[in-house]
Nanobody
Framework: QVQLVESGGGSVQAGGSLRLSCAAS????????MGWLRQAPGEEREGVAD???????NYADSVKGRFIISKDTAKNTLYLQMNSLKPEDTAMYYC???????????????WGQGTQVTVSS
C-alpha cells in the first residue's frame, strides 16, 4: 500500500509558477514509477509527467519546456514545478504511483486526493 498526499495547489495568474508536492509513504521499487495527472471539469484525466524509478522522465507535449517533475528519495516526496502557467493548465492535479507495463507505459494503482490549480488570464 502506498499513501499519497498532494499539496501546493492554488490560484495564480497566467505566466506565473507553482510547485506541487506529493508526500509518499514510500516510493515504488525498481520498475516502478510516479507521476502527475490532471483533470479539468468535463474532461478526461490526462497524464502530465512521470518519473521512473531509475530517473527517466516523460512529459505531455502540452507541458514540455514548462513543467519539471522531480523526486527527493530521502524525503519520499515527488514534485512538479510548473512555470509559464496558462489558463488551460487549470485542473485538479493528482499524484499517482504504480509500475511500468511491458511497453514501458505507466500503470497507476495508487492515487492522492488531488490539489486544485487555477490559472487566470
Amino acid at each position: 500500500q502506498v499513501q499519497l498526499v498532494e499539496s501546493g495547489g492554488g490560484s495564480v495568474q497566467a505566466g506565473g509558477s507553482l510547485r506541487l508536492s506529493c508526500a509518499a509513504s514510500r516510493f515504488p521499487q525498481r520498475g516502478g514509477c510516479m507521476g502527475w495527472l490532471r483533470q479539468a471539469p468535463g474532461e478526461e484525466r490526462e497524464g502530465v509527467a512521470d518519473i521512473e524509478s531509475h530517473g527517466d522522465t516523460n512529459y505531455a507535449d502540452s507541458v514540455k519546456g514548462r513543467f519539471i517533475i522531480s523526486k527527493d528519495t530521502a524525503k519520499n516526496t515527488l514534485y512538479l514545478q510548473m512555470n509559464s502557467l496558462k489558463p488551460e493548465d487549470t485542473a485538479m492535479y493528482y499524484c499517482a504511483a504504480g509500475y511500468l507495463d511491458y511497453d514501458d507505459l505507466p500503470v497507476y494503482n495508487y492515487w492522492g486526493q488531488g490539489t486544485q490549480v487555477t490559472v487566470s488570464s
